[in-house]
């Protein structure tokens, strides 16, 4: 089946540094990403859309300067949180759709967490 | 994404079946049921989705009422390793044949095995 590695799988930062999360594609490619974020006992908030080769889509309240996606590939998407704080701790995962294999499933990656300090 | 009520949590005994249950009263007719789930600190993954009949497949079945407005995920014999959050969620037909709607989870249900 459809498998998305997100990498890495937790990360501490200092405040005020970025950080870059990957998701992969490892067997199929994917137009479209998704990246989520989870805060603890919270559901899944979708933060933006991620499209190959465009600009992402971001929803509303989530800032785009801070939160800077690149799809430069159908298999790599990449979230930057920029200039961390604590706040921004939390659990971000990303998504992806095989388009062509069909199917109606989402595969999610693994989720990576982050710890700002 | 049309709007799905859950139970917050649900606790089942281990090896007995469980029923978990989700209203969307305003589900359109273009509208799949879909199911996610989340074990703890990793992402959702893919349990089982149906448009109007009754599905299965090996890790769970879905009953879907007559009217659409209600559906019930079924694990048949639930083990530990099914204490994970559930989620329903509508996707439209066409959205999801075109592949790249977003997902739009609720709270969904904490469901907790005991041993």
Redesign the interface.
Known sequence: GAVVSQHPSRVICKSGTSVKIECRSLDFQATTMFWYRQFPKQSLMLMATSNEGSKATYEQGVEKDKFLINHASLTLSTLTVTSAHPEDSSFYICSARDNLRGGYGYTFGSGTRLTVV | DAKTTQPNSMESNEEEPVHLPCNHSTISGTD?I?W?R?LP??????VI?GLTSNVNNRMASLAIAEDRKSSTLILHRATLRDAA?Y?CIL?DKVA?NF??E???????TRLTIIP
């Open positions: 799949y879909h996610y989340q600190s990793q992402g959702p993954e893919y989705h959050v989620y996707r999801t592949g790249n977003k997902l739009t989870f609720g709270t969904g």
